[in-house]
């Protein structure tokens, strides 16, 4: 509002645009068959959003950098050092061509990404885990936040980590401290290999093998806690507690344990080898299906590349003649896309 206007006169002249928009909105909804419903992506992107070559926004807001944009701009401009207003539209133009050459770039290395992304859950579909197939109720060994594919992977690696920790307890000091993992790799085994045998005999069983003894009353926080030293004589008590809990001997429930996770180790590395085989397998098929599909992506590049020299040598030749060449470059006519298209 300029000084010279009186107080209120602003709000006066806004109040009555306003009564005359809210009538024109009755007028309109009286003739309306209903809501229309439209996404943003329906109501404000260009047709052909997908790819983005042929829209005219030179920026897509919201997905593409506007300052990138015109650092590219500035760039070429000090490049390409256009005069006036003419050479600055051609220099301009150049740099559209380029910035939607990029595009076509991103679009079509995220088209892949994304479909390879796809595939280890692909390669994964119908895997069982370990835990799956082995516990009453697998929830508390099962991590949600983490893919089957990760899962397959963790269950692969915690294989491997048992079978090393039962290799390292023969030959360990009895009064050194054990690696953190070993101890509970070990126990676990065990109870894994009790949860298996009463399985086979169809015995009533709890959720999960840990459920079987309560190994936190001899140590506590045996599962969850990496500040105690477990050594192989604190191991060997507690191997003596679950002899006398199950009734078996020293000797059997040892080698069950170690049984048990070659037993663990040989599926997961099974598993996890067909997958890694089937996830090269189906990554190779998407990048063959695209090499014969992308003839569209192709032609593109190619018209872009037209556009994109044509407009630097009309660029070429303006400069040519402002600086007084005395003949300068001919002028090169592309027409673009194929003659057929």
């Known amino acids: 509002m300029s000084e010279n206007n009186e107080p209120g006169q602003d709000t006066k002249r806004k109040k009555v645009m306003t009564e005359r928009a809210l009538q024109a909105n009755r007028n309109n909804g009286s003739k309306s068959e209903g809501p229309i419903n439209k996404t943003r992506n329906e109501s404000s992107l260009p047709p052909n959003y997908k790819h983005g070559i042929l829209a005219t926004t030179p920026v897509f807001p919201l997905i593409e950098s506007q300052e990138e944009y015109d650092i590219l701009v500035n760039e070429l401009k000090a490049d390409l050092r256009p005069y006036g207003s003419l050479e600055t539209s051609l220099v301009e133009k150049i740099a559209n061509i380029l910035w939607k050459t990029k595009r076509l770039n991103n679009f079509e290395a995220s088209t892949i990404k994304q479909q390879i992304e796809q595939v280890p859950d692909k390669a994964t579909k119908g895997w069982q885990s370990w835990y799956e197939a082995l516990f009453k109720n697998p929830e508390t060994f099962i991590?949600?936040?983490?893919?089957?594919?990760?899962?397959?992977?963790?269950?692969?690696?915690v294989a491997k980590q048992g079978i090393e920790a039962f290799e390292r307890f023969e030959g360990w000091e009895d009064d050194k401290a054990l690696p953190y993992d070993d101890p509970c790799l070990i126990i676990g085994s065990i109870l894994e290999y009790e949860y298996w045998v009463r399985k086979q005999d169809n015995l009533e069983l709890p959720d999960t093998a840990d459920d079987l003894f309560d190994v936190d009353k001899i140590v506590p926080g045996f599962w969850s806690s990496d500040d105690i030293d477990i050594t192989p004589k604190v191991v060997k008590e507690i191997i003596n507690?679950?002899?006398?809990?199950?009734?078996?001997?020293?000797?059997?429930?040892?080698?069950?344990?170690?049984?048990?996770?070659?037993?663990?180790l040989r599926l997961s590395e099974k598993e996890y080898k067909t997958v890694i085989s089937n996830i090269e397998f189906y990554s190779n098929q998407i990048i063959e299906t695209h090499s014969i599909n992308n003839n569209n992506i192709m032609r593109m590049e190619t018209h872009l590349n037209k556009l994109f020299l044509q407009t630097l040598h009309e660029?070429?030749?303006?400069?040519?003649?402002?600086?007084?060449?005395?003949?300068?470059?001919?002028?090169?006519?592309?027409?673009?896309?194929?003659?057929?298209?």
């Open 241 to 264: 507690q679950l002899v006398l809990e199950f009734g078996k001997d020293y000797e059997e429930l040892f080698a069950g344990g170690m049984e048990i996770s070659k037993e663990f």
């Open 143 to 157: 991590d949600k936040d983490k893919t089957r594919f990760e899962l397959l992977t963790q269950e692969y690696n």
């Open 315 to 341: 660029l070429q030749r303006m400069q040519g003649m402002r600086i007084g060449i005395s003949k300068p470059p001919e002028a090169i006519d592309f027409t673009g896309l194929d003659d057929n298209d």
